[in-house]
């Protein structure tokens, strides 16, 4: 909806601007509440099936032919601005933030996997950050998201985690997954990367809350190879 929302906003501008620069207007009381009202009430539909019909326009042009009275000609610009704004935003899929952040994630990440498969984000309120965080004694410590991490990918993968000691120590040997810690201290976060055989793998990003310095899980990528080569231990490319 974040996208379709922009839109309407830049339409209703372009409106504005079009009857400033080029539109004699009329004194008429309340016109610009009157302009804003017509071109809202073109967003109106009636939908019969998957077709929707633009009632809200019908409604306006009988008002504007019939009713109305001065800057008629602005009043049926505005009613198509209106029909504009709303054809367009049935052209553009409805995208949310959430949904923005995530193209964002991929595209900035994309260069360093063959393919991603899903981006997950989370707040640092979000539940998930308790429910991976079990087996961590103290959050506040730069090596939480190692373990954090581990439970999120186990959990995801349905294994059962035998203790703390085992799933900082065996499970990698024994689930046979290759895994990375990357810190970087000047931004308050850590990267984290496993990968089982066969290249499928998990990326994710903890940083540090500033009220109460714990580290929680921002987002994580599920992907499909790196790119390249893996990050290294004294890597800065990542």
């Known amino acids: 909806m974040l996208l379709q929302g922009v839109l309407l906003l830049v339409v209703l501008s372009l409106l ?5 620069v080029y539109a004699k207007v009329e004194k008429e009381n309340y016109f610009w509440v009157k302009i804003v009202v017509f071109f809202l009430l073109s967003l109106l539909t009636l939908n019969l099936g998957s077709i929707p019909i633009p009632l809200g326009f019908l409604a306006g042009l009988w008002f504007v032919s019939y009713k109305a009275k001065g800057n008629i000609p602005i009043k049926r610009l505005a009613l198509v601005f209106g029909v504009a704004g709303f054809v367009m935003t049935q052209i553009i899929p409805a995208v949310s933030f959430e949904e923005l952040q995530s193209i964002q994630k991929i595209q900035q990440w994309s260069s360093r ?6 981006v997950h984000d989370y707040e640092p309120t979000s539940p998930i950050q308790k429910k991976i965080s079990g087996f961590v004694e ?8 190692i373990a954090m991490m581990r439970t999120w990918v186990l959990q995801q993968k ?5 203790s703390r000691k085992w ?21 308050r976060k850590t990267y984290e990367f496993i990968e089982f055989k066969g290249g499928k793998g998990y990326f994710g990003v903890f940083k540090q809350d500033q009220n109460n310095e714990q580290y929680y899980l921002d987002f994580l990528i599920e992907f499909d190879h790196f790119k390249n080569a893996r990050p290294t231990l004294m890597g800065t490319s990542w």
């Open 16 to 20: 504005v601007s079009s009857v400033l």
């Open 113 to 118: 996997f063959e393919h991603i498969y899903a």
């Open 138 to 145: 103290d959050r506040t410590d730069v090596d939480a998201g």
């Open 158 to 162: 349905n294994e059962k985690i035998k």
């Open 167 to 187: 799933l900082l120590s065996d499970a990698a040997d024994e689930l046979a997954f290759w895994w990375h810690s990357s810190r970087r201290d000047e931004f």
